[in-house]
């Protein structure tokens, strides 16, 4: 896509752009359907009920606040807002990607094999079907490198004050970096490339990746323009393994 003197000028936010684009590229379009569907029904219809429950919540929560922080009110009540959406965001994202990591592998090998000339040589529908018990376990990887870490986040905001003070900006940074982490992966995962080999690679351009996953994790707490987040995720993450990754990785596991 780029040449190698380029590619330092792209950044996070240059392949979450390019991302929108590639979901309309003749020929990728058809493999875009069954990743925004799934979106569709799955966030939407969650979306809908959170915004139903806020108004209970919200009160619930704030009766919380010991009555000599009630003058920080003003001040944690949008906090405690953003908190719970940031939360259920990538909560019912990660359910989305469950059921759609099948589709998603696909849409990012196809994009592949379209941005570079040369298909996988396991590719195609049949390939996928049998892949899916190794997408599955892939999948189950990543929820045991979140938990402990979303746990120890949402202890944290119980701390009075400056644990939900903190605990929103902290969780917004590590929902980037699992977001990045999410979405990378289904491009390397299609070349076999481990998950910690994955996560080392990442963090080489941590700064970049975290600007991709932030920007993710933001549309997707925005109703309308988040149903079509994941292929646009899919397809930016994919962009970035050509350009950053797939010489360097590609090449090494050749000759393994």
Known sequence: ????????AHNGIHYFIQGWKLIRLPGIRRFVIL????NILLMGGAFYWLFNRLGHWIPALMAHIPDWLQWLSYLLWPLTVISIVLVFSYLFSTVANWIAAPFCGLLAEQLEARLTGEPLPDSGWIALIKDI??????EW??????????????????????????????????SAWMLSIQYCDYPFDNHKVSFQQMRAAL?????????????????TMIPILNLAIMPVAVC?????????????????????
């Open 236 to 256: 930016g993450a994919t962009a970035m393994w050509v350009d950053r990754y797939r010489g360097q990785l590609g090449q090494h596991l050749r000759t393994q």
């Open 133 to 138: 018990p190794r997408i599955m376990k892939r």
């Open 141 to 174: 990887q990543k929820l045991a490198y979140y938990l402990p870490r979303a746990l120890g986040l949402l202890l944290l905001w119980f701390i009075p004050g400056f644990g939900q003070t903190v605990a929103p900006v902290l969780w917004f940074l590590f």
């Open 1 to 8: 896509m780029v040449s190698e003197n380029n590619l330092n």
């Open 203 to 219: 963090r080489q351009n941590k700064t970049d990746n975290m600007q991709f996953g932030a920007l993710v994790s933001l549309f």
């Open 35 to 38: 990743p925004l569907l799934v």
